[in-house]
């Protein structure tokens, strides 16, 4: 006979193991996730990982093809290129980061208050959601940016500014398709205010797709960064993103072109794995397994 | 059992519900749909009162009314004596403590992702109860459904329908109510769970002396819990009596035919009985009819218009006593014992 | 009863399993039930049992991953379940055709009545397109529908629950079809519209001479309109006999313990109901031996291990899968 603290034991070791297996048994996300490890890891080891200080100039070794020294050679100032790239994964996995943290907060928030109390809070915030919509993200991203200033600051704020209306249209959608459900009617039933209900009742069962939503954001976002730094709007030199140091490999495309190569394929890496993971993320967070198969029988 | 001498715990006095009831800014109205139209019913201490209805009786919607999940158009709600029609959200929050809801979905109406046990301790936490006594009056409410409340940190996904249907019993029990208003609650559980359900409600009413007000549509069902039982038609309260009066001696011709329809499982019985077919499909709410709303469809009224001393008007190719298309019947008798809505009560047919 | 009626649909002994090569979960186990010309046959059973799933793996419809494992459907000299899947789809509609729960979500919301109606008669009839219009206004008359004119333009939406019921029912007999599978054609409708429904099903059977399965888990309807009924319990058919039979006498505990825990219209005043104790069984995980034992309040020692089979009571038509049969009587 098991007493309760003994099966409540065994209940979450069962229940532990059910959701691991159902993260690990989804093959794009664990190679997302791997690849996301990697550059995580990168980012953290930068340091120690990079051969040479990434701002530190060299007169003498300008433009260098690749070499043992320099395995992808040097920039018009003289600086390592591989060491500017492992440094520029920081910059790239904190404007990540970020967009994803802030998009979820505030789209959650918002896109919650609009889709479950209606009426004309919803309609005004739509209105002002619809317009920021209308704007390509990247254009807004980089109107924001030209009225404050480049750098990192300012390109995190502009970047999740620009890829927050997503996540509130898409809560806002789900709020609505919960807010009907049965046991809404219940909370209130039981006398539970509006605010209650939506934190502890809309936004834990909205969670799922809005986060789906906010990764994919993410990687968009990262675009945005590589895209704003290229055109010199980003994150102010000499500090290396992936952006801008194909901007800086722009000069020499056709001596070295491994330079401009090499980071877009770094940006390409990260911007698969945070797909890949948004993608998985969808199939291991839906299965409340609707048994339909119980039903036909 | 009703107890006449005392005050009722809930009473609904001229109940109307309109849905939909706007003028859009082209300054055109449009009539809504009239959900309930002046329905007056009273609900005793320790009675359950059986409320029947097809699809558009708007039964559901007057459960919800009673506990003010929607507000009425017009008429009265008394709770423990007092009018709760316009009580603020404040004052009717403490009210709530004394009148809950068990809903039909078993699987719709409890938060998938809570636990069992912070779902049967929320309503306590809502009205402020220390943690400690919301883990002992959990417990108790679920022991109370026949609950194993070891297993309360469990997800609902992981019981059963009828199980569920338990929890959400639990849940309403929790805060101790008067009253308890149960929409359709076993409709959606297996024969042979509703079995258990429904002996379980009764266990439940015995220890606590809760009222129900069962909403439902199996007839069946209602005649098994009910003391007494309220019959309607599209918004209307048609009959109203003890239970005995309303299957025994029914007087309306729509709970006559009502009664007619309800199979009963057995062979002999249902092939040699008479059916009281009703003509037509039952009405809609948008569009009610003048005069007694069933009129369009009572076997009754077309009979009594044979009679040569009745008013009659012909609709179509069918004639109609003149009262029954212009005057809507008002309840006639004592919702106690036995009160009926129609110009022709003594009639049978 | 019939007494030289054909048997249209012969199921024997089909089982049916879900999963995949290497874990097959059985659902169906050796299920045999036979319906004939002009008879009323009830398939009796709570969710779960088997009694949906059993008609639509016979006909090939099943979900993709539950396949028929044993067993042979014979309708017509065809086994269904060796024939391919165009021969199959041939025989859906035309010979044997289903009628489901649900009208509205078994309706295309997007085409009218008369589309839909006219798209199933010209998938499988030469005809053009006024021709099958004018059937369709045909069929529609013929479920009592209303002004069948202009309702044939009409969209789901527009019709009432019974109605939609109506509108599926006309589909499914717009072919012509020898049987006709009824599974819980009344279960979201209101009470009145049942008998309605019900009422049109018994005249087009004795009209046009076809068999119907009803199935069902309400025995009030069962009483009034089956010729014979099957009992379905965690996939297999625990009894079978005609319908006075099953009611006067049934021979199984677990056919007993429904009739015990239904209310009914017509028991005096504050009868008990006696719940059938436990829940309802997993098919994927049963216990050996008879699956109704845990519950059973007649069950025996041997009860557990024992080998489950359909054997004949007192008459070839009245079989029971009990052992203890002669045991089982309904109390009073």
Redesign the interface.
């Known amino acids: 006979m098991t007493t309760s603290f003994e099966q409540q034991r065994l209940d979450r070791q069962a229940r532990r193991k059910e959701t691991l297996r159902r993260f690990t048994g989804h093959p794009s996300l664990m190679i997302g996730t791997v690849i996301l490890l990697l550059l995580v890891a990168v980012a953290l080891a930068a340091p120690w990982l990079a051969p040479y200080s990434p701002t530190r100039t060299s007169l003498v070794n300008t433009l260098q093809d690749a070499s043992w020294t320099h395995p992808l050679g040097t920039d018009q100032f003289g600086r390592d290129v591989l060491s500017r790239l492992i440094h520029g994964t920081r910059v790239s996995l904190l404007v990540a980061f970020w967009v994803v943290t802030l998009s979820l907060v505030i789209g959650t928030i918002i896109g919650g208050i609009a889709g479950f109390l209606g009426g004309w809070i919803d309609r005004g915030i739509n209105v002002v959601n619809d317009i920021l919509m209308a704007f390509p993200g990247f254009l807004l991203a980089l109107a924001i940016v030209a009225t404050q200033g480049s750098s990192l600051e300012s390109v995190i704020i502009a970047v999740s500014i620009a890829y927050t209306p997503r996540v509130t249209a898409v809560m806002r959608s789900v709020a609505l398709t919960i807010r009907p459900r049965p046991f809404i009617e219940a909370s209130r039933s039981i006398g539970m205010t509006s605010t209650r209900i939506l934190f502890r009742h809309v936004i834990p069962n909205a969670l799922p797709p809005v986060i789906v939503v906010a990764t994919l954001s993410a990687a968009s976002a990262i675009l945005a960064e590589a895209g704003l730094s290229f055109l010199g709007l980003g994150v102010r030199p000499p500090i290396p993103t992936w952006g801008n140091i194909i901007a800086d490999g722009q000069a020499s495309i056709t001596t070295n072109p491994l330079i401009s190569i090499s980071s877009g394929l770094c940006i390409a890496a990260m911007v698969i794995a945070l797909n890949l993971i948004g993608d998985g993320l969808r199939d291991a967070l839906d299965p409340q397994m609707r048994r339909?198969?119980?039903?036909?029988? | 059992m009703t107890h006449p001498a005392h005050t009722p715990l809930l009473e609904l006095k001229n109940i109307c519900k309109t849905f939909n009831d706007t003028t859009s800014w082209r300054g055109r109205s449009s009539k809504g749909v009239q959900a309930v139209a002046n329905a007056t019913l009273s609900l005793y201490p320790n009675e359950t009162l059986g409320l029947v209805g097809?699809?558009g009786s708007g039964k559901s919607t007057l459960g919800r009314i009673a506990l003010r999940l929607i507000a009425p158009s017009s008429g009265t709600v008394m709770f423990e004596g007092q009018d709760i029609t316009h009580l603020p959200a404040r004052l009717m929050r403490e009210k709530r403590q004394r009148m809950q809801m068990v809903f039909q979905d078993p699987y719709g109406s409890l938060d998938p992702r809570m636990s069992v046990d912070k779902l049967v301790s929320e309503p306590l936490s809502v009205h402020d109860v220390s943690y400690a006594e919301r883990q002992e009056k959990m417990q108790a409410a679920l022991r109370q459904v026949g609950l194993d409340p070891s297993l309360a940190h469990r997800y609902p996904h992981e019981f059963?329908g009828?199980?569920r249907q338990r929890i959400g019993i639990a849940r309403a029990m929790v805060l101790d109510p008067t009253l308890l208003v149960l929409d359709e609650p076993v409709s959606a559980l297996?024969?042979?769970?509703?079995?258990?359900v429904?002996?379980l409600l009764h266990e439940i009413q015995v220890r606590t002396q809760v009222s129900y007000l069962f909403i439902a549509?199996d007839?069946?069902?209602v005649?098994?819990i009910s003391h007494r039982v309220a019959v309607m038609y599209l918004g209307r309260i048609v009959e109203i009596g003890t239970?005995?009066a309303i299957?025994t001696r029914p007087k309306h011709p729509y709970t006559v035919?009502?009664?007619s329809?309800?199979?009963?499982?057995?062979?002999?019985?249902?092939?040699t009985r008479k059916?009281i077919?009703?003509i037509g499909?039952?009405g809609s709410a948008n569009n009610t009819p003048n005069g007694c709303r069933f009129h369009p469809r009572c076997p009754r009224a077309r009979e009594m218009a044979q009679q040569p001393s009745i008013a009659k008007q012909k609709i179509g190719s069918i004639e109609i006593p003149i009262i029954c298309t212009t005057q809507d019947p008002a309840l006639v008798g004592s919702e106690q014992e036995h009160a009926c809505a129609c110009h022709f009560p003594h009639q049978t047919f | 009863m019939s007494n030289a009626s054909k048997i249209l649909l012969d199921i024997r002994h089909l089982s049916v399993a879900?999963g995949d090569v290497q874990s097959k979960t059985p659902?169906i186990r050796d299920v045999s039930l036979h319906v004939k010309a002009r008879e009323t046959l009830a398939i009796v059973g709570?969710?779960?049992?088997?009694?949906?799933?059993s008609f639509?793996a016979a006909l090939g419809i099943?979900?993709n991953n539950?396949k028929v494992t044993a067993g042979e459907v014979l309708f017509e000299g065809d086994d269904l379940t060796k024939l391919n899947p165009n021969e199959l789809r041939a025989r859906r509609g035309t010979a044997i055709s289903m009628v489901f729960q649900d009208p509205l979500s078994a309706l295309n919301p997007v085409f009218s009545i008369g589309t839909q109606i006219i798209e199933v008669l010209r998938a499988h009839l030469p005809m053009t397109h006024a021709q099958a219009r004018a059937r369709a206004i045909e069929l529609l008359e013929r479920v009592h529908i209303p002004d069948p004119h202009r309702r044939v333009d009409d969209y789901p939406h527009q019709f009432?629950?019974?109605?939609r019921q109506r509108a599926l029912i006309a589909m499914a007999i717009a072919l012509e079809p020898k049987v006709l599978i009824a599974d819980e054609p009344t279960t979201a409708l209101?009470?009145?519209?049942?008998?309605?429904v019900l009422e049109l099903l018994s005249q087009l059977r004795e009209e046009t001479g076809m068999a119907l399965v009803l199935i069902t888990?309400?025995?009030?309807?069962?009483?009034?309109h089956a010729d014979r009924v099957a009992v379905f319990y965690a996939g297999s058919v625990v009894e079978q006999a005609g319908?006075?039979d099953l009611?006067h006498e049934p021979r199984h505990p677990y056919t007993v313990?429904?009739?015990r825990?239904?209310?009914?219209?017509?028991s005096p005043?504050n009868?008990?109901?006696?719940?059938?104790v436990g829940?309802?069984p997993n098919?994927a995980q049963l216990p050996e031996g008879c699956p109704f034992a845990p519950r059973c309040y007649l069950v025996k020692p041997d009860c557990g291990s024992a080998q489950v089979k359909l054997v004949d009571t007192t008459n070839k038509e009245h079989l029971s899968a009990c052992h203890y049969w002669p045991e089982v009587h309904p109390e009073s």
């Open positions: 339909q198969t119980a039903k036909i029988l | 097809e699809t059963s009828g199980q297996d024969v042979s769970i509703q079995a258990q429904l002996n549509h007839l069946s069902v005649r098994h239970r005995d299957y035919s009502l009664l329809a309800v199979p009963i499982p057995d062979p002999d019985l249902e092939r059916r077919p009703l499909e039952i | 879900v659902l709570e969710s779960g049992s088997g009694k949906t799933l639509l099943a979900p539950v009432s629950g019974g109605m209101d009470v009145t519209v049942q008998a309605q888990h309400d025995l009030g309807l069962v009483a009034r319908v006075q009611f313990s429904l009739f825990t239904i209310p009914r219209l017509d005043a009868t008990a109901l006696t719940p059938i829940q309802p098919l």
